[in-house]
Nanobody, 127 residues
């Protein structure tokens, strides 16, 4: 059975950094495009970043461009979200998601595109 397990969340001061990891099992990871989403209290879940199955192509939410970087290591079945210069508005539960694809170069920013989700990891940024 497919499992996605996020880790690396925590409490950090504004301007600090965190690196989220999402370890995948029960699937052929290199056949999956991956994404990161987040949900802040009282808000709907929103797209943060996406990466193609090859890792060659990525796409980020405008508000995190230049601060967040998505990457993946297919040998380790893991996708990462490096978050730098964190702001209080980045506070949210962060989820990783996976989508089986044939295309090696496509990424998917739409939440409804994904059929596998992790349980989430809390990121709290204090001002």
């Amino acid at each position: 059975q497919v499992q996605l397990v996020e880790s690396g969340g925590g409490l950090v001061q504004a301007g600090g950094s965190l690196r989220l990891s999402c370890a995948a099992s029960g699937l052929t990871f290199s056949s999956y495009a991956m994404g990161w989403f987040r949900q802040a209290p009282g808000k709907e879940r929103e797209f943060v970043a996406a990466i193609s199955r090859s890792g060659r192509n990525t796409y980020q939410l405008d508000s995190v461009k230049g601060r967040f970087t998505i990457s993946r290591d297919n040998a380790k079945n893991t996708v990462y979200l490096q978050m730098n210069n964190l702001k209080p508005e980045d506070t949210a539960v962060y989820y990783c998601a996976g989508k089986f694809v044939y295309s090696t170069g496509s990424y998917y920013p739409g939440e409804n595109e994904y059929n596998h989700w992790g349980q989430g990891t809390q990121v709290t940024v204090s001002s």
